[in-house]
């Protein structure tokens, strides 16, 4: 069970009296993560960074190792980012593709991702298509197993959407697209942290994840995990002097495993900051944190829908930590701006970021509540409270 007390008196930003909904966006950190960065940002300023980058080595191994704890991999199956999005992206980039091969996006795949994909189809000849969702607004795994063929090269699938709290079913479509020999490309942006995440179980080839959402992480952190034979075969897009390295006058040497999906330059505060939310998110024992979060956005799922006017979004079977809700008569962004006048945080997500599940909702924009496990209940109720006197 989460000790909630522990965690809130761990949390500076919980001492404002503020009400922070915002964990999908960015989220409050924990003092550690807090100290962890500024007093290595301190120790450059006394010695430099590359003396105290080398004192703090065996420190920056452990970020990897701590990750790997989190989601059953191996340290050398992770690449340290500075984002979910570069992640995504350095992995997808690195895929070969010609003209006539597929390229499969879930309906509520996120924007980024989408444009990545219709840029390379238009470079290369491939086509991007939809996987179609059921009537409950989920992956529709009979139309995927319909869809898929020979020529579908990559699946790219959204584990939990930044517009609401669905939760797609990564591993059922990844047998499916595994069984015509194509590539899973799981985006864990907004899941990692507040859901179960088994690299194993899930058997996708590679996933995305940032620091700054549901980890607690610094801003400017994330990773990139590759199945270990994959990160030892391909190669990416672009490289340095710690991705490979130069070994004749017109030769160069990959590293052998997934650090050649990383550049030598990097925060190193921001990464040990990355680490030290991990280990915290250990150490509480996520099956806890994963439970809270749950309990807090059930409960406004149920509250919300009590509030004449207001309309709960979520869509699914399963859902996230992330609640999305529309205000009769009111924008998203007013609705945002007058909870902001009370102290309270919450995001609005427009059409653009999820162009394909909004525009077929026939949603602009949903307002989203995203509450940790250092939200109270109170907290929690006074948000409720605010939203019924709009």
Request: aromatic residues 6%; charged residues 20%.
């Amino acid at each position: 069970m989460l000790a909630e007390e522990r965690v809130r008196a761990d949390t500076p930003g919980c001492m404002s009296g503020s009400v922070f909904l915002d964990s999908a966006g960015s989220s409050l950190p924990p003092r550690v993560v807090l100290d962890t960065a500024i007093d290595h940002l301190r120790r450059e300023a006394e010695i430099g960074g590359y003396r105290a980058a080398n004192e703090r080595l065996g420190d920056l191994a452990a970020v990897k190792t701590a990750i790997g704890a989190l989601i059953n991999a191996t340290p050398a199956s992770i690449a340290l980012s500075d984002s979910a999005t570069r992640s995504w992206a350095d992995f997808f980039y690195s895929i070969p593709l010609a003209a006539g091969d597929r390229i499969l996006v879930s309906e509520a795949d996120y924007a980024s991702n989408a444009i990545a994909a219709l840029q390379r189809a238009r470079a290369t000849g491939a086509t991007v298509e939809k996987i179609p969702s059921d009537s409950t607004g989920q992956i529709d795994l009979d139309a995927l197993a319909k869809l898929v063929d020979e020529r579908v090269k990559l699946v790219s699938v959204l584990h939990a959407p930044t517009n609401g709290g669905l939760v797609n079913p990564a591993a059922e479509a990844t047998r499916i697209a595994h069984s015509v020999g194509a590539l899973v490309l799981l985006d864990a942006c907004q899941s990692t942290g507040q859901l179960p995440i088994d690299v194993a179980e899930l058997d996708v080839d590679a996933l995305s994840a940032t620091g700054r959402k549901w980890l607690r992480g610094p801003r400017g952190t994330g990773f990139l995990y590759l199945r270990p034979e994959l990160a030892q075969s391909l190669e990416p897009g672009r490289l340095d002097l710690h991705s490979a390295s130069w070994v004749g006058a017109d030769e160069y040497r990959l590293a052998p495993d997934a650090s050649r999906f990383e550049f030598w330059e990097c925060d190193v505060a921001g990464r040990l900051g990355l680490g030290a939310a991990v280990q915290y998110l250990l150490d509480l024992g996520p099956e806890n944190v994963y439970a809270a979060i749950s309990a807090r956005a059930e409960h406004l799922r149920e509250a919300l829908p009590e509030i004449p006017g207001v309309t709960v979004r979520d869509i699914g079977i399963r859902h996230s930590g992330i609640v999305s809700f529309t205000v009769d008569g009111l924008e998203g962004i007013a609705v945002r701006d007058r909870l902001a006048a009370q102290d309270i945080t919450v995001t609005v997500s427009h059409a653009g970021s999820t162009l394909l599940d909004m525009t077929g909702r026939g949603l602009s924009s949903v307002v989203r509540a995203s509450p940790h496990c250092f939200v109270s209940f109170d907290e929690l109720d006074r948000f409720v409270a605010a939203v019924a006197q709009l």
